[in-house]
């Protein structure tokens, strides 16, 4: 991440003096090694996009995304957007209406589709946003187009206002970690042919580069402004610096990515062989 103007810093500090401690909770980089909350923000604040990779089930994750995101908020001096996994594109408006106060909270509720957990683990993020004057961006593929990809494959989400306009075949690493995940689920009795897994692959693919274009879009639109994006995403779209990171860094390689990967601590403790690649921090929490 590169470094900013020093003026930041103190501000950066600053904000955090006030943090509460996140119990139970472990902080760390990339190689295992500790990482206070208060250095993990001021180095956060330099990148351009930086990734909250979540389990959506955890709470201590969720708890620690809305303390990062509203220190990160101070840090840059409320020079700062919200992208959100959690909505679809189709969405934006209700949501606009609503940061806007036009939209009373039942009736952006009610036309956005939100999480079941929206509640518990959303809802304070947005209520931040709406106060702060923070814009935020709904930034996934609407959820029936696909679910068409998924039956389909790519081709038929193409030409969709509520897809990605541009959508690139991207394998590799992000493929194969995928099928394991598919195998993983086959070995508890849900079997399913290759090319079906395949066809799932590519709508988690047409997801990432839904995600990726309103990011990137979002900063074409306010350039030369520069703010800091902080994505909300379950963690399997940005581990490794792969799917949306990846296509992020396709479409605007001159941006600063980093990425969070958090996690409950039953999903397992740090173990170099599979983390010291995942991200430039991990979090492993309680629950």
Not at 76 to 96: H, I, K, T, W, Y
Not at 149 to 162: H, L, M, N, R
Not at 250 to 256: E, G, K, S
């Amino acid at each position: 991440m590169r470094s900013l103007l020093l003026p930041i810093l103190p501000l950066v500090l600053g904000a955090c003096a006030t943090l509460p401690s996140s119990r139970g909770t472990e902080l760390l980089r990339s190689d295992g090694s500790a990482v206070t909350l208060e250095a993990m923000v001021a180095e956060l604040a330099e990148a351009d996009v930086v990734f909250l990779g979540e389990e959506h089930d955890s709470d201590g994750v969720h708890a620690l995304q809305q303390e990062v995101f509203e220190a990160l908020h101070a840090a840059r001096g409320g020079a700062v957007v919200l992208s959100m996994e959690m909505f679809e594109r189709d969405a934006q408006g209700p949501l606009n209406l609503y940061l806007e106060g036009a939209l009373t909270e039942e009736e952006f509720l009610a036309r956005s589709r939100p999480w079941p957990n929206y509640p518990e683990h959303y809802r304070a993020a947005i209520e931040f946003a709406k106060a702060e004057g923070i814009p935020v961006l709904a930034g996934n593929a609407q959820r029936a187009l696909a679910s068409l990809v998924s039956k389909e494959g790519t081709a038929a989400g193409q030409g969709d206002p509520w897809g990605p306009r541009q959508v690139i075949p991207m394998g590799g690493r992000y493929e194969e970690l995928f099928m394991e995940v598919m195998s993983q689920m086959a070995g508890h009795g849900q079997a399913m042919p290759t090319a079906r897994m395949r066809r799932f692959f590519e709508a988690q693919c047409f997801k990432d580069e839904a995600m990726a274009e309103a990011i990137t879009d979002h900063l074409s639109a306010v350039a030369p402004e520069r703010p800091l994006v902080v994505h909300w995403c379950g963690r399997f779209h940005s581990d490794f610096g792969l799917g949306t990171v990846e296509r992020v860094a396709r479409r605007r390689p001159d941006l600063d990515l980093a990425v969070i990967s958090g996690r409950k601590r039953e999903n397992g403790d740090y173990d170099a062989a599979g983390d010291s690649d995942r991200g430039d921090f991990l979090w492993i929490t309680a629950r």
